[in-house]
Structure formats: C-alpha cells, structure tokens
C-alpha cells in the first residue's frame, strides 16, 4: 500500500503528541506545513523549539514558566506576599494576571493529583508549596485548580495539608458563568451555583 | 500584563499559523511541548522539520509528495498507464490507495483554482497535466476535485481544455455516502444523489 515518504510518517506522529489531535488532523497539519512553509519558515520552527528546550523551566520559586531563574512575578516586590494563589498550569496564571484585579503572588502546581494516570501528590509542586508557605510569610492560600475530579481532589488534598496552621484556606467560587444560560448548565456547576447562593 | 515568555510566545504563533489553530490551541499545544516534551523530543521534532525541509518535494512527474525524484506509483510499471486521477493533494492519493481498487496513475494539482484567494489555473499544476496528456499515452483524465466550489470550478476548467482532444474525461461520482442520513444531507449532496440516479 502506498504511504507517505519516511519524514511525513514522522512529522503526522509528531502532531499526533498533541492533546487532541488524531490522525487526520495531524496529517492536515503535516501537509500544510510542507505547502505553507518556506526555508526560513522550516528554520523558525527549529529555532523556536531548540529555544523552548533550553530556555524555558519552572520559576524556580513559583513553578511559573520562565526564561529566567525567577519569573516576573516573583521578581515584582509590588506584589502581595500575604496571598498566594495556587494554580494548575501555568496558563492559569495568564488569564488571572488579565483580569488585572489580582496582586498577590502565585504558586503553579504544574499538575493535578490524578490516581488513574498514576499521578500523586510528590509528582507535582505540593511539596514547594508547603516549603515556601514554612520559609514565607503568607496569610492566605487561595486554591485555583479546576472544578474537575482530579482539581477537587488536589484542592482537597492541600487543604487538609493546611488544616493545623493558621493559614486562612480559600477556594475561588465556582456557580454560572457570565453570558451562562441555566438550561445548558451542567449539574455539577448548577450545584456549585445553589450551594454558593447568596442573599440577594 | 504578565506575557508568556518570548520563546512561548514564538512557539504559540508557530501553532497558530495551522489550519483551524486558534490561539487558546496554540496555547495548548505550546505548553503541551513544554510538559510533555524531554530533550530527545525537541531533537526529534528538530529533526524531522529539517528532513520534511531537505527530502520532501513534489514528484517531478505526477506533484504528489515524495522523497525522490519520481514517486512510488510513477516509477511503478504494473500502473494502468491509460487513466490519470487528478486530486487536489497528496492527501488524496492516499486516502484513493487505501480502496486498493484503482490501479491507474494520479496527478497532484496541489491546489484548486480559488480566485477570492488569488489562486489561478496557472498556481496549480495544470500545465503539468497538460504536458502529461501530451507526451504520455492516457485514454481517460478522472477528475477527482472535491465537490466544493473551488473543486468544481477546477474540474469544469480542466474539462474545458480537455474537450478537443480525443481523451475521455471523466467526474467521479457524488451523492449520498455510505451511513448517511438522508435527514441530514445537506443540499449539494442531495442534488448530486438525484442527479445522479440509476435505475434500480
């Protein structure tokens, strides 16, 4: 049977690493890279990925991704040292830092605890978290992972973590999102919503 | 505002120029490279860029994509030299080798004619069928551009230029596929099922 030349073999597997991306879509990028891409645009690519791959680590405080020992952030005396907030990626930090209401600091667990893909809390940034909350001062700890099983159970699990200190814990609310409509709403978020309930 | 670092920024603006590549996918796929990728990895993908780059090129004869000179089913002489299939892409040749019941040559086009995007007949490799037809011995041009409008438009050009020549030019069939529901056909495939209607 006919299949395409060794190095597009290669390149439709490379695509098919990302979350997301199944055969056919990785062949689609595969051949517009070959119709779309010139020289210098094959050199850029390279060029980006040799950067990634030695420029970019963890913040080696917060767990950001950084292309320097510190990030920004953490670099940043201006910042609220009395609240930390605790994330899942990177990406999180991101979008709460464009909101631009938030000044305290921030600490990227680059993971979630998730038993069934053999995930524990060692295999992400719990044990930095409790280093800096010991070495630092902060008042509050706000927990930010996601409203999933796996964000839950980490949230869980650093909040009984925290139980015997005087660190103030907090969760983030969770209920209807703007523009929401309750008739599409999922259970879990329409019970978040009631339990979160406020008088009016 | 807290930017990504410039290294991730590159690598999101290289995901977005994929077909259908937003920037929160962008996004996605950077930081999926960044988590999921080890050194070897970035060497990997360093590597295959630079191979697509150096081998991959369109078969001198027919423009499907090889890493020769002559692609697999040109050079092979067991091919029914008398039909030609034209396709847009390499992709194409591909998916019709997969049937293993077509055993004639192809022609790649590379393209279709597309003028709201600038593309005219002589951006796809037109000229090239048309020397093929000339120099080679074909009896029947299979056009198998996609029913869209740009594929018709490129089939109905070809068809054009075929029409005083002694070559059979021929469409590939339209209409309902297999498992399709009717209920949810939708207009141009409909027509083309009616159109194309064969006494049962």
Redesign the interface.
Same mark, same amino acid.
């Given at each position: 049977?006919?299949?395409?030349?060794?190095?597009?073999q290669?390149?439709i597997e *490379?695509f098919m690493?990302?979350?997301?991306v199944g055969r056919k879509t990785a062949?689609?990028? =595969?051949?517009?890279?070959?119709? =779309? $891409?010139e020289?210098k645009d094959?050199?850029? $690519? *390279?060029e980006?990925?040799?950067?990634?791959?030695e420029?970019?680590k963890p913040c080696e405080l917060c767990g950001h991704?950084?292309? *320097?020992d510190r990030c920004?952030?953490c670099k940043d005396s201006q910042r609220d040292q009395s609240k930390i907030l605790v994330v899942e990626?990177?990406?999180d930090?991101?979008v709460i830092?464009?909101t631009?209401t938030y000044t305290g600091v921030y600490h990227v667990l680059?993971g979630v605890i998730s038993p069934s893909n053999g995930i524990g809390p060692d295999d992400i940034g719990i044990k930095p978290l409790l280093n800096r909350l010991k070495n630092e001062q902060h008042e509050e700890v706000i927990l930010a992972t996601n409203l999933s099983d796996e964000g839950e159970t980490t949230a869980l699990y650093i909040q009984r973590l925290l139980l015997k200190t005087d660190i103030l814990v907090t969760r983030i609310a969770y209920g209807m999102p703007a523009g929401g409509n309750i008739s599409y709403a999922d259970e879990i978020t329409l019970n978040k919503a009631l339990e979160g309930r406020k008088k009016f």
């Open positions: 049977m006919m299949e395409y030349p060794e190095a597009i290669l390149l *490379q690493r990302y979350p997301g062949e689609r990028y =595969a051949l517009h890279t070959i119709s =779309a $891409f020289e094959y050199d850029a $690519f *390279q980006t990925l040799r950067r990634i791959k420029e970019i991704l950084t292309d *320097q920004d952030i990626e990177s990406k930090v991101i830092e464009k631009k680059n």
